[in-house]
């Protein structure tokens, strides 16, 4: 990364810098240090920011440019909180190539918009109920966990729980291949006109990262990820047993 972003200021490539005769070495340690894709592990492939929740999900509560600010808070552990305004929701991180993010994460986000939308403002679109088959929820599930391996990389490399091959096996649109992952939706009880979320590592005393819990609230609609791979055996038990459909109701508030 440092090679990188030196050659971009500078306008200079770093293996002319060594001098002809390292040219072709210093480029092959370029690529080995380049920052790789979060889900493709691409090192070629352009690094672009990545909207932990989709532009879209703000459209919903009238942001936009002259339309409505969105005020936001990002606080770390061991960090001041930094504080910004923007006309949508903006909290970004760099860890997805443009490949990855105008390609399968889009197409995700336009297949679980209108599932969830109903969710998030109920009330706006006039549906109280929404019934989720097994192929939704299948959706809403890889987009939850999806958001999830978004947001960790908020943290520092040590403080991440996800393995490069979960984050491939989402990407690949297999969720249920990363082990002991949960989700849980539920309607939020009291109105909520924004977004609130909080995510985290849950760490052994001797601070390696065990699992990984991340929870949010978009408008109504709440979501919980539990991810802990001891775990694993008892999810692929719950997964065995299907059911015809799951009602979402705006009204109970009743965890789901």
């Known amino acids: 990364m440092f090679f990188y972003r030196e050659r971009r200021s500078s306008g200079t490539h770093p293996a002319k810098a060594l001098g002809p005769a390292s040219e072709r070495l210093g480029a092959v340690i370029l690529a080995m240090i380049k920052t790789r894709c979060g889900f493709c592990e691409s090192a070629i492939a352009k690094i672009t920011n990545e909207h932990i929740y989709g532009k879209w999900v703000g459209a919903l509560f009238g942001a936009g440019r002259g339309r409505l600010q969105v005020h936001h808070t990002l606080t770390r552990e061991g960090d001041f909180a930094r504080a910004w305004n923007a006309y949508r929701l903006d ?60 947001g960790e990389f908020l943290a520092q490399p040590h403080q991440r729980y996800f393995m490069q091959d979960e984050r491939r096996a989402v990407m690949e649109g297999e969720v249920f291949r990363v082990p002991g992952a ?15 979320g909080i995510m985290g590592g849950l760490t052994h005393e001797d601070r390696v990262v065990a699992g990984h819990v991340t929870v949010f609230a978009l408008g109504q609609f709440v979501v919980q990820v539990f991810v802990e791979r001891r775990t694993a055996g008892y999810m692929a038990r719950s997964l065995s047993v299907p059911d015809p459909g799951i009602d979402y109701s705006s009204k109970s508030g009743r965890p789901i």
């Open 182 to 196: 949960r989700v849980w939706i539920g309607c939020f009880a009291n109105t909520n006109e924004g977004a609130k």
């Open 91 to 150: 909290q970004q991180v760099r860890m997805a190539c443009r490949a990855c993010n105008n390609g399968w994460m889009n197409d995700l986000e336009t297949k679980v918009r209108p599932i969830i939308t109903p969710m998030i403002v109920p009330m706006v679109v006039g549906q109280q109920r929404v019934t989720l088959d097994l192929q939704s929820r299948l959706l809403v599930a890889t987009w939850a966990v999806k958001t999830a391996m978004v």
